[in-house]
C-alpha cells in the first residue's frame, strides 16, 4: 500500500515535471544556452575568449569527426570494403602534432593578455571588503568606515514549496552591496569560518573568499542595475542560501547613498540592526535600557531567523549534525553557559561567534527566546547588560 | 588443453571460502569486477537522489542529505566502482596478454581485493548509522574534502579518512603487483614495445597509483590530526594554511584524473584494431602518449583551483601546462580514427561502446581545453559547466570503456556470448540518456547555476527537468546491464576460442572460458604475433 502510494506521487511527481516544463517553455522559458552578456569591459573579454575557444573546439570537433563518421559509413565489411593494412604515417603523425600546437598558442596569446589586465587592482576608487560567512556576506566599505551583512530574504515557505516562487527566487536579498557606474571597484576578499567563493556571472569576476587569506579582485561595471550571482564554493549545509545582489548606482546617487549610510549605521546600532562589532559595542553601553519578556521574545523571534538554518524552525535540529535547542541541556542549563556558546561560539563547529554579527539587544532577545519557546519554559529572561559582560 | 583436464588442476575451496581464499588472478579479477558493479548502483542510487531533489526548484531533502549524496556519489564512484573495475579487467586480463600464469605476488593480490569490502563499509557506515539515529550521517563537505570545511564537519570524515587509507593501501598493492608482474612474468619474446596497449597502459598507471596515492594518504592524515590531536596544518587560526590542503589534494587529484582514464583509452585500443580487422594505427605514439600524459599530470594541479588567488605567472604557467595535455591526448584520438579508416568495420556491442567513447570522451576533452583557459575558466569554475565536463571523460569516457571491455572479453571469461540485441539496446539506451541527462549541464553551467547547490533560481528549471529525466532513464538502463551479464554467465551460445574473428593477441589462443590456469607454459612470442 505504502509503496504504491510512493509509486503513485512518484509519477505525479514526474509528471507535473513534464508538463511543468512544457508549459514553462511555452510561456517565458530561458533557454540560455551560452554565458549571459557581460556589463563589464573584462565580461566581454572573457565572453570573446569564450565563444572564441567554443567555436574552435567546435570546428575541430566537426573536421575530426566527419573523418571518423565518414568512416563508420563507408568502410563496412557489411558493405564489402576490404580492410587496408597500413599502421602509421609519420607524416601525418607529425602534421597532427603541429598543428594542434599551432592553434593552442593562438588561444593563448588573448588569454594571457586577458588574465594580465584581470589581475591588475592598481588605481582603483573605492575599496570594498567582502568577507563570507556560514552562510551570509558583509560587505565592509573601507574607505567611509562602515558595512553591513547582506542575507537571503526568501522565505522559508517559497523554498519548502508551500508559497509560490517569486520572481528573484533564491537570489534577493536584505541588503545590496552597492558600487558607483564607470568607477574602478577593488574588492579584498576573506572568510570568518570556512571557504566561500564571490560570483557575479554579468560582471565577470569570480574569487575565493578563505579564511586567513585576503584575495583581490577589480570591476567597473558601466550600466547602472542589479547584478544576481551565488556563493560557487561549496561551504556546508546552506551553501546553495547565501547569494550576491549587486547594485550599481550612477556616480551621484553613490555619492547620496554613500551620505545616507554613514548617517544611519551609527543611530541604527542600537534599534537593532546588525552592524560592526565595535559599533555595536560604542551605542549599547549609552543606550542601556532593559525589556520586559514580551519585547525580548518578539525581539529573538525575529533573530532567530538566524539560527534556524541549523538549529531548525522549531529547535529541532538536525539529529547528529547540528543539535536541537529544543530541550538542550544549553538552553535549559545554566544562563552564563549559554550566553557564552552564542556570543563567543564552539571552536571547531560551525557554531559561529555571534558577538560579531548581533548586537547586545539582538543576543539577549535571541537567548531569552531560546531559553523559553519549543517547549523550554525556563522563564529566564536575559538583558543586554548580561551579554554585554561576555563580549 | 582440454577443459577437462584443467578442470581437473584447479586445486581450490569450493563454496564462498573458494572466494574468500582465493589466490587466482581470474577469481580475483571476477570479484573486483562484480565489487565495481556493486559499487556501480549504490552510486547510482545516491545519483538518482540528487537528481530528484534538483529535478524542480524547492528543496525535497535537507541540503545536508543532500551534500552527503554529492559527496560520497563521487567517493563511491570514483574508488569503489572505475577503479576497482580497472583493476578486475588487470587481473583477468594482463596475465593472459602477457602469457603469464598468474600474477606474480598472488596472496597479496587476495589480500588488496579483500581491503575493498571492508573499507566501503566503513565509508557507508555513517550514512546508514544515521538512518537509525546515530551520528550525523556521511561526509558532506565534497568528495575534495576542502579544509577548513572538512575540519568543522561531524564523524562522517573521520570515517572517510580511515576508508580512504584502506583504499589506499588496497591500491598501491594493487599498482605494485601489476608492476611486478608485467616487468617480471612476460613470456619468452613478450617485449615491452609488443605488449598490448592495454598492457602499457594500465603499468603506467600502476606507476601513477604508486606516486600519488600516498600523497593523497598525507592529506587526509593532516586532516584527521587537525581535527583531533590538537595540530592546524589547514587551520588559519592556527597559524595554517586552507589552500595548502588544496594544492596536496590536487597534487594527487590531477595524476588520479589519468588514473581513471588511460586503462579506459588501453580497451578502446584492444577493441577497435578487432572490429576493423585492422591493426592500431601508431602503436609507438600510442605509448608514448600515454607516458607524456602520465608526466603532464603532475605539473598541471593548480588548473583546478585557479580561483584561489594565485600570483599571474602560477595561473600563466598552469594554463599553458594543462593546455600543451590537448597535444598527447589528440594524437590518441587521431590514432583511433586512423585505424578505423578504411578497415573492414563491424559494430558488435564492444565496438559500438569504443566508438561513442572516442566521439563523447571528445567531447569532454575539448570541454577540457575550454576549461584551461583561466580568464574564461573565472566563468566556469565550479558550475554545471564542470560537472558536465567531467562527467563527459568519467562516465562516457571510463565507465563506458569498461561496459566496451566488459562486453568484449565476458564471451572469454564465461564462455558464453552474450545476447547481441541485448547488448546493443543496453547500449543505445546508454548513449541517448547520458547525453540528455549531461549535455544540456553545459548550458546550465554557462548560464550560471553553481555546482553543489541543492535549489536553484528560477531560470535554470527547464534544463534541470530535462537532465533529471535523463538521469533517470540512465538509471533504469543499467539494469539490462546486470540481466545480460546474469543471462551470459548462466548460458548462452558457445563462444568460441577467439571469440572474434578478427580478435589478436594471447588471450585468444585459450579456450573458452578460459580455464582456470592458463600458460602455465610459457607461449613463444614472435614479431608477427605482436599487438593486435
Known sequence: MRVTRQTLSLMAKLGSAILLSVVMSVAHAEWGLNIRPPVTKIGEDIIGLHNAIMWVCLGIFVVVFSFMFYSLYAHRKSKGYEAAKFHHSTRLEVMWTVIPTLILVALAIPSTKTLIAMEDTTQSELTIKVTGYQWKWRYDYMDSGFGFFSTLTTPRAQIENEEAKGENYLLEVDNHMVIPADTKVRMLLTANDVIHAWWVPAIGVKKDAIPGYINELWMNVTEPGIYRGQCVELCGKDHGFMPIVVEVLSKSDFDVWLKEQQGTQLAAADTGTQTDAVQVAAADSSAGGEMNMEELMQLGEKVYAQCSACHGANGEGLPGAFPAIAGSPVAMGPVSAHIDVVVNGKAGTAMQAFKNQLNDADLAGVITYQRNAFGNDTGDMVQAADVATKR | ?532
Not at chain 2, 31 to 59: C, D, H, N, T
Not at chain 2, 166 to 187: D, E, H, P, W
Not at chain 2, 375 to 392: G, M
Open chain 2, 1 to 532: 588443453m582440454a577443459t577437462a583436464e584443467a578442470h581437473h588442476d584447479e586445486h581450490h575451496a569450493y563454496g564462498l571460502m573458494r572466494w574468500v581464499t582465493t589466490t587466482n588472478h581470474k577469481d580475483i579479477g571476477t570479484l573486483y569486477l562484480l565489487f565495481s558493479l556493486l559499487m556501480f548502483f549504490v552510486g547510482g542510487a545516491m545519483a538518482m537522489a540528487i537528481r530528484w531533489e534538483l529535478m524542480q526548484p524547492g528543496l525535497s531533502f535537507n541540503p545536508h542529505f543532500f551534500n552527503q549524496m554529492t559527496t560520497m556519489h563521487a567517493l563511491i564512484m570514483i574508488f569503489g566502482a572505475v577503479m576497482p573495475g580497472f583493476v578486475g579487467f588487470a587481473n583477468w586480463q594482463i596475465p593472459m596478454m602477457i602469457g603469464a600464469p598468474d600474477m606474480a605476488l598472488p596472496r597479496l593480490n587476495n589480500f588488496s581485493f579483500w581491503i575493498l569490502p571492508f573499507a566501503f563499509t566503513m565509508l557507508l557506515a555513517p550514512l546508514v548509522l544515521s538512518w537509525f539515529g546515530v551520528g550525523g550521517g556521511g561526509p558532506a563537505g565534497g568528495w575534495t574534502m576542502y579544509a577548513p570545511l572538512s575540519i568543522q564537519a561531524g564523524m562522517g570524515v573521520d570515517f572517510t579518512i580511515l576508508s580512504i587509507h584502506m583504499m589506499g593501501v588496497s591500491s598501491i598493492l594493487g599498482a605494485i603487483n601489476i608492476i611486478v608482474t608485467i616487468m617480471n612474468m612476460r613470456a619468452p619474446g613478450m617485449t615491452l614495445m609488443r605488449l598490448p596497449l592495454f598492457v602499457w597502459t594500465w603499468l603506467i598507471t600502476a606507476f601513477l597509483l604508486i606516486a600519488v596515492m600516498p600523497v593523497l594518504a598525507g592529506a587526509v592524515t593532516m586532516l584527521l590530526t587537525d581535527r583531533h590531536f590538537g595540530t592546524a596544518f589547514f587551520n588559519p587560526a592556527g597559524g595554517g594554511d586552507p589552500v595548502m590542503f588544496q594544492h596536496i589534494f590536487w597534487f594527487f587529484g590531477h595524476p588520479e584524473v589519468y588514473i581513471l582514464i588511460l586503462p579506459a583509452f588501453g580497451i578502446i585500443s584492444q577493441i577497435i584494431p578487432t572490429f576493423a580487422r585492422k591493426p592500431l594505427f601508431g602503436y609507438e605514439s600510442m605509448v608514448f602518449a600515454s607516458a607524456g600524459i602520465a608526466f603532464l599530470s603532475f605539473i598541471v594541479w593548480a588548473h583546478h583551483m585557479f580561483t584561489v588567488g594565485m600570483p599571474l605567472t602560477g595561473e600563466l604557467f598552469f594554463m599553458y601546462a594543462t593546455m600543451l595535455i590537448a597535444i598527447p591526448t589528440g594524437v590518441k584520438i587521431f590514432n583511433w580514427i586512423s585505424t578505423m579508416w578504411r578497415g573492414s568495420m563491424t559494430f558488435e556491442t564492444p565496438m559500438l561502446f569504443a566508438v561513442a567513447v572516442v566521439c563523447l570522451f571528445t567531447i569532454g576533452g575539448l570541454s577540457g581545453l575550454m576549461l584551461a583557459i583561466v580568464p574564461a575558466d573565472f566563468q566556469y569554475h565550479d558550475t554545471y559547466f564542470v560537472v558536465a565536463h567531467f562527467h563527459y571523460v568519467l562516465f562516457s569516457g571510463s565507465i563506458m570503456a569498461m561496459m566496451g571491455g566488459a562486453y568484449y572479453w565476458i564471451p572469454k571469461w564465461t564462455g558464453h556470448m552474450y545476447d547481441e540485441k541485448m547488448g546493443k539496446i543496453h547500449f543505445w539506451l546508454t548513449t541517448i540518456f547520458f547525453n540528455i541527462t549531461f549535455f544540456p549541464q553545459h548550458f546550465l553551467g554557462l548560464a550560471g547555476m553553481p555546482r553543489r547547490i541543492p535549489d536553484y533560481a528560477l531560470q535554470f528549471t527547464e534544463f534541470n527537468v530535462i537532465s533529471s529525466i535523463g538521469a533517470f532513464g540512465l538509471g533504469i538502463s543499467q539494469l539490462l546491464f546486470v540481466y545480460i551479464v546474469y543471462q551470459t554467465i548462466k548460458g548462452g551460445e558457445k563462444a568460441t576460442d577467439r571469440v572474434w574473428e578478427s580478435a589478436h593477441g594471447l588471450e585468444w589462443t585459450v579456450p573458452s572460458p578460459a580455464p582456470h590456469h592458463t600458460f602455465e607454459t610459457p607461449p613463444q612470442i614472435s614479431a608477427a604475433d605482436a599487438h593486435s
